[in-house]
Every structure is written in structure tokens, then in C-alpha cells.
């Protein structure tokens, strides 16, 4: 039985498209609603150009549609996305099943867009629309006892080629720890230049995390569990050495197998240059307090 809210908000609530538009260039480059002040935003704007729709959307990794760069692009346009319902349950005050298109009517997805750095071997900047992911905790609801949150991809073995291959164990498993998943700055993604999220990119709603290599963020959710235990993960589940369950961006903690030190910027064509890996991708000032005290190469 899908769990329903009640949309409080108008039409008045719609932002004009005039002053939302005034209100991106205002914006901070790493962030909306929130998180616009901050000094590190004003110096990130300048520097953060987003991808083009075509890079962001023709180079990917989903891997229930195979391994290769351009298979989401190919395969994913097969995935239902509609009707959508998300699982919340574990220790929330309303667990259930929610419908996306709730959700959404619940969200100011509109009015926020985030324009976040992501890295793994390469680099993208992508302008998301989203809505912070606390802001669904919250409405779910998060019990006292809590530390962590689950989360599982879609598994749709008709429409999803590359789950024929244990390459990962299926489904996609991927987890935070509360107060992570709780920052302002870890977001769930439904769009991307306002436009609905592509397939190949996880679309109805996919994790980003912006100070974590691009594994973490997890694609075509279906279900969130709010645990009191660190839960599995699929990469660490496959190799435990190389991927850790934080994963975060730390050009001190290299991979077993290369050098994290730097990574190459998407975009740049044949001579992509590499830029220096940046602790915690860029947002070092916003999220080190969540990790003060820990040995991060042995917590990596
Ligand atoms: N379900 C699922 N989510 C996933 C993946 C995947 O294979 N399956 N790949 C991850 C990896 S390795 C990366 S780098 C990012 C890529 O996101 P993008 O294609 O939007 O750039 O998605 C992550 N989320
Ligand atoms: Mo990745």
C-alpha cells in the first residue's frame, strides 16, 4: 500500500522562471539551497563548468546494462521507469512503499539545482536537480538507534542485459552512514539541466555524493533502509581491498592498483588533461568534521 502525503505546497510556491533563472547565476556552483553563502562556493562557480548534456549522457556507468562506457546509453532506454515506488523501511516511523511522483510532489526539486564535481579515474562536472536526501529521511521519519542507510538498484533482469554476468552481485547494494547521509551536500538526483535524468544516468532517483568516487552514488533506486548496522556493499562485497565502504576522494589513499593523486577531466577531447584530486573532491571545508578522529586509510 503506497504511503501518501498530502501536497502542501501552491502554485504560488512555483518559483517564476525569471527569478529562478536569476537565482542560478547567484547560486554557488557546488550547491543550492543552503549552502549559497559559503566563500568556497564563490571560487567554485567560477571554475566549475558543467559538462555538456551529450558527455554526461554518452559516457556512463551502470552496469546492469554492461560494462562498457556506452552500453547504459545503448540499453537503458529499456528500463521502466514509470509507474516508481521506493521502499523505505528499517527504522523509520513510516516505512512503506512510496511512489515516486509523491515524492516528487513533495519536493522542491525546481528550485534547487546543484552543480557538483564528480570523480572516479575521470571528472564531470553535472548540474543536478534534486532534493537533499535528509529531506526523505525526515519525512520517513529516522528512529532513534539509527547509524546507517542502505540502498538497492532496480533489478530487472528482462530489461537489464548485463545482470546476466556476476560481474557485481545483484542488486546494486551501496550504503552511508547517518550523519553522511544526512549533509546537505548528498543529494538524490531526478534531473539533470532540468531536464528529467536520464536512463544511463539512473533515472527516476539516484544517490550523488559529491565528496565520494563515483561508485557511491548509487542509480534507480527502489529501496532505503534506515539500519543500526553498516550495511553491504556491492564493490566492497567484490573486492573488499580496493573499495571501502567510505570511499571517499583522498588523493593521499591510492587504489592497490593506480595512483589517486589525479584524474582526467571528461571533455577535454584527445588531450584531457589531468587535473590534481582535491581531499574530499573539493568540499573539504563542509565535510572533514564528519571524519575528525578517523584514520582514513584504514577507514577508506
Ligand atoms: N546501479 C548502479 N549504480 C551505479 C553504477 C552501476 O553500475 N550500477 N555505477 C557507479 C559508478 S562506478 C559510477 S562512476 C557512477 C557513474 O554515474 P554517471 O554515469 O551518472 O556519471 O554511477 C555509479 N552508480
Ligand atoms: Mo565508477
Redesign the pocket.
Known amino acids: 500500500m503506497a504511503h501518501r502525503w498530502t501536497n502542501t505546497l501552491t502554485h504560488a510556491d512555483v518559483t517564476p522562471r525569471a527569478a529562478f533563472l536569476n537565482r542560478r547565476q547567484v547560486m554557488a556552483g557546488l550547491a543550492g539551497v543552503g549552502l549559497a553563502g559559503m566563500a568556497q562556493g564563490a571560487a567554485a562557480q567560477e571554475t566549475l563548468e558543467p559538462n555538456t548534456w551529450e558527455e ?1 549522457t554518452s559516457y ?5 546494462f554492461g560494462t562498457g562506457k556506452d552500453d ?1 546509453a545503448k540499453y537503458a532506454g529499456a528500463l521502466t521507469t514509470e509507474p516508481w515506488s521506493v521502499k523505505i523501511d528499517g527504522l523509520v516511523d513510516n516505512p512503506g512503499d512510496y511512489d515516486f511522483k509523491d515524492i516528487m510532489s513533495e519536493m522542491t526539486v525546481e528550485e534547487r539545482i546543484y552543480r557538483f564535481r ?1 570523480v ?1 579515474a575521470w571528472s ?1 562536472v553535472i548540474p543536478w536537480n534534486g532534493f537533499e536526501l535528509a529531506d526523505l529521511l525526515n519525512m520517513a521519519g529516522v528512529q532513534e538507534g539509527a547509524k546507517f542507510v542502505a540502498f538497492e ?1 532496480a533489478l530487472i533482469p528482462d530489461e537489464m542485459p548485463g545482470v546476466r554476468y556476476p560481474i557485481l552481485e545483484w542488486p ?1 547494494r551501496e550504503g552511508l552512514r547517518l550523519d553522511e547521509a544526512m549533509h546537505p551536500l548528498t543529494i538524490m538526483a531526478t534531473g539533470i539541466y532540468d531536464r528529467p535524468i536520464p536512463n ?3 533515472a527516476p532517483l ?1 544517490l550523488v555524493v559529491p565528496w565520494k568516487y ?2 557511491k ?4 533506486i527502489v529501496r532505503i533502509t534506515v539500519t543500526d548496522v553498516e550495511p553491504p556493499t556491492s564493490w566492497n562485497m567484490s573486492n573488499p581491498r580496493e573499495y571501502g565502504f567510505y570511499s571517499n576522494v583522498n588523493p593521499n589513499v591510492n587504489h592497490p592498483r593506480w595512483s589517486q593523486a589525479s584524474e582526467r577531466e571528461i571533455g577535454g577531447g584527445l588531450f584531457a588533461k589531468r587535473i590534481p584530486t582535491l581531499m574530499f573532491n573539493g568540499y573539504e571545508k563542509e565535510v572533514a568534521g564528519l571524519y575528525e578522529g578517523m584514520d582514513l586509510s584504514q577507514y577508506y
Open positions: 554526461i556512463n556507468n551502470f552496469y546492469e547504459p564528480c572516479e564531470m538498484t546494486y544511463q544516468n539512473g539516484r563515483g561508485f552514488s548509487i542509480k534507480s
